[in-house]
Every structure is written in C-alpha cells, then in structure tokens.
C-alpha cells in the first residue's frame, strides 16, 4: 500500500506539530506519524513536551509554588490561613487535565487544518519513503518532501540503572504519587533543578549531585552565582563536583531505598534516598529513524547533519528540533518547524540562532539571551555592564519578592545590546522584552529612551539600560 502526500512530518511534538500545521495552512497536502502512547493505552499527540515534559512540571512548578506561599509568604500579606494541607492527588489530576486539554487541542487543529494523523513508528526509506509500523500493520507512504522531527529521550546511566519506581528519569519524577521524604538528583541542569524545585516546596529534602565544578556554565556566571545563593537559602543542597559512582537498592527499615556513592573533593561518599532522580541531559531519538539507504549523515553524538536550512544530505529531507545542532528546547524547534515549512512552499524564510532565549523556570527564575560576560571575555570584545537589583523595583517590593537583577552588556563603541541576563520573578516573562530589543539591533540607549510603565518589574530592565551609561535612577552609581 502506498499513499502520497505533498509533506510527512515524523513526530508530533513542538517542532514537529507546527511544522505540520504551517504546512497545512500553506495549502500542502500533509500527514503526521507519531507513536506516543500515554498512560491510558491511547495515541496522545505533542511529544515529550506536552506529555510528560515542558507543560506537566510547569503545571506543578507553578502548583508548588503557591503551595510554599501559602505555607511561607501570605502572612506577611496579612493573609492567614491557618493550616495548609497538601492534596498531592488533586494536583497531579490538575496536571493531567492541563495536559489532555492541550494534546486534544493538537488534535482539533490538526482535523482543522485536514491533516493526517498517522499511528505508528516511522523510519524512513530511500527516495522519500517512509515506512510506519502499526501492531502487526505495515504501511510505505511517500511524499515529495519529508521533515524529521522524532525528539528526544533522557540520556540513562549505567551506574543508575532506572528500576522498581525508585531510580526514575524526569516522566518518573512528574508522576510520585507521595512526596518522599529524600530525594537525590543527578545533575544540577535545568531538567534537575525544576524537579527538585517541585519537590523541595512540597517537603521533601533534595540533594542534588552535579559533576562539574561550575553551576550552570552556560549561564552567565554572576547570574549563576546569584541563582546558587537563592537555591541553597530555600533547602536545595547542590553539590558541585560530586561525580556519581554507583548506585545499589538496598531494604533499610523494611523498606527499599537508593543508595548512591559518589566521588568530591573529599573522596568517596554516600547517601541513601528514597528515590533517585537522574536528569543528565537527553538524546536524540534518531537510532532507528531511517534505513541505510536514505543515507542521512549523522554526527558523533547522534544529531542528524543539516544546513542552515535544516535540510539533510538528502534533498527535500529536512530534520528540526531536538535531532539537530543547537540547543534542546521547544521553541527552538517550533521555529525551526515553521521555517522549514515556508521553505518547501518556495518562500523566503531564516532563523537567528544567536537569539534564541533560554529559561529556568525555578524560583526565582533564570533567563538569559545572547552572549554572557565569560563569552565576551574569552573573545576579547570591549563591552559595557548595566545591573539593576529588584530589591530596588517597586513593584518588586510589593509582590513581596525581591531577589535577583536584570544584567544588560552593550558593545563599547557602538552601544549595541550583545546579551541580557535575568535571575528573578517572571524573568521568562521580561526575557522576551531584551529578544525584541536585540532582534531589531536596538543599543542599550533605544531602550533607556523608552518609557516603561510604572510600577512594574520590566522597569529594571529600563533601568539596567540606564545603567550601562552610570544613569541609572533608583540605584546608587558609581562616579
């Protein structure tokens, strides 16, 4: 049996679902195949993001988080609430229904936009085949172009092997139906701090394990150092340096728990758990995705080769998303999606991979774009700093949180904005202000000479703007 279609898209996650949907919208005749399966034994499109990733840890980092208000912060709103109870159940069900909702709005839109939902593993063939089996059914479709879009998977250690619900990856940690009494986290990235976020909010003591001797190095290191500070005032014990060895299940009190040995600056070391988060990163999922004679050239990490384009070695084969170079995150591949499909409708299309924001949604949060300090000291570029600390934001003050700082860098000469750097609340709110700015190549004096209103927290960007040049207002500057 063989179909024909104008466009197949492999995977229905962010880059794949919108890559799909904007090459339905440009009047292309398009399907989609995807083999995600969740929890109920049913086809549930949005891949790992929707699923069991981006959306459901943000449900309950932002459930958690008022968990810990109510617990810490309202009184000193004046508001007492007496005691404040934990209904773990409710919370996952109000998890699980936020992600429905969105997956079944994937599927509205797709029937919307008349495409084809295929059910199955795809891998693709020579010739712009794609081979999709289904149980026992097997089904070839061709198309005239075919855009790869398969994500990605948490990277598994050896030394942690995932086992009997008590060493899980991050879809383990989303899905606790009690909340632990210790938690230990291996890697202190994004995936792990966001976990033991949640988890430290709702009561449980968290470790978190991270081999490298700097937090967060892709950050911007007084940014970083700023976010340790906050992490560890909360209860988070981050160990930097902390090389995991082995990890054993053992029956301690009658009752199963991980014990961890690990390597620092001390020597060997242990700890018992009772569950084991492990978040090193993740993979592409491109180990079975085509056949040997489609002849994709893969790199020693497993991405697959593409141009600036996103099309493979293989003409009208593109890839997007978490199977090629740049960073893993969903808006990323969602861009890529729809550039793509401009591309193969003939039209114009690019993307600035120097602008690509990235965010931590902890609290406070971290977001950054462009080029941090360490960046522009390692290529010798002349810059200028602005910083403004929201203990000095008036609408900081008022939402009762002050911790953080806004962190602008402008080129010396020109004055052109080359990074922005935020550690606070909503800083993946306000990052989009600095991605504007800097996509429309403004300086940091564009955004000292825009009015911002009064009072809110995008102020200290205004300010920080200020401040490259000494000007800031609410802030003491140096003469």
């Known amino acids: 049996m063989s179909d024909n279609y104008d466009v197949i898209v492999i995977g229905a996650g962010p880059a794949g679902y919108v890559s799909a949907i904007r090459c339905a919208q440009l009047g292309m005749k398009t399907a989609c195949i995807d083999n ?63 992600v429905s909702e969105l997956t079944g709005g994937i599927s509205a839109l797709f029937k919307a936009n008349k495409i084809k939902s295929i059910e199955g593993t795809a891998k693709l063939l020579a010739d712009k085949k794609v081979e999709v089996i289904c149980g026992a059914e097997k089904t070839v479709y061709s198309a005239q172009s075919i855009v790869i879009a398969c994500g990605s998977s948490s990277i598994e250690l050896v030394n942690a092997p995932l ?16 909340v ?24 449980a003591s968290v470790t978190v394990l991270e081999a490298q001797d700097v937090f967060i190095p892709i950050a911007d290191k007084q940014i970083a150092r700023d976010a340790l500070r906050a992490y560890k005032k909360q209860g988070l014990d981050i160990r930097l340096n902390a090389r995991l060895l082995s990890t054993e299940i053992k029956t301690i009190n009658k009752r199963k728990q991980v014990e961890v040995t690990y390597q620092d600056e001390k020597g060997d070391q242990r700890e018992v758990f009772d569950k084991l988060i492990v978040a090193v990163g993740r993979k592409p999922n491109t180990d079975y995705i085509f056949d040997d004679e489609a002849e994709l050239i893969l790199d020693e990490r497993g991405f697959i080769h593409v ?55 902890t609290h406070p949060e971290l977001a950054w774009v462009g080029k941090t300090e360490q960046q522009l000291n390692a290529a010798g570029e002349n ?13 900081a003050k008022a939402q009762g949180d002050t911790s953080g700082m806004v962190k602008i860098l402008s080129q010396g000469e020109t004055d052109r904005i080359l990074g922005v750097h935020i550690v606070g609340s909503h800083a993946s709110e306000l990052i989009a202000q600095a991605v504007i700015a800097m996509e429309l190549g403004a300086s ?6 825009t009015i ?21 207002i609410h802030i003491m500057q140096k003469k």
């Open 180 to 203: 632990p009494e210790k938690i230990g986290v291996i890697g202190a990235g994004i995936i792990g701090l966001e976990l033991g976020s949640v988890w430290r909010r709702l009561g």
């Open 307 to 361: 141009n600036d384009q996103c099309e493979t070695s293989q003409p009208g084969v593109y890839a997007i998303g978490d199977v090629v170079r740049g960073p893993m995150l969903a808006h990323k591949g969602s861009e890529e999606g729809m550039m793509v499909a401009e591309l193969i409708a003939g039209k114009y299309a690019s993307i600035n991979y120097d602008l690509i924001p990235a965010v931590i949604y």
């Open 452 to 472: 911002f209103a009064h009072p809110s927290l995008s102020e200290a960007l205004h300010e920080a703007a200020l401040a490259v040049d000494n000007r800031a």
């Open 36 to 98: 995600w399966i969740n929890d109920k034994g049913k086809s549930s499109l949005g891949g790992t993001c929707l699923n069991v990733g981006c959306i459901p840890s943000k449900a309950l980092l932002q459930s958690s988080e008022l968990f810990e208000q109510a617990n810490k912060s309202f009184p000193q709103h004046g508001i007492k609430l007496g005691s404040v109870e934990l209904d773990l159940k409710a919370m996952m069900a109000r998890k699980n229904k936020i």
């Open 163 to 178: 086992s009997e619900d008590l060493i899980v990856d991050s879809t383990g940690a989303l899905a606790f139906d009690a």
């Open 444 to 449: 940091a004096e564009d955004i000292a000479l």
């Open 383 to 395: 810059y200028k700093i602005g910083v403004f600390p929201f203990v000095a934001s008036g609408r």
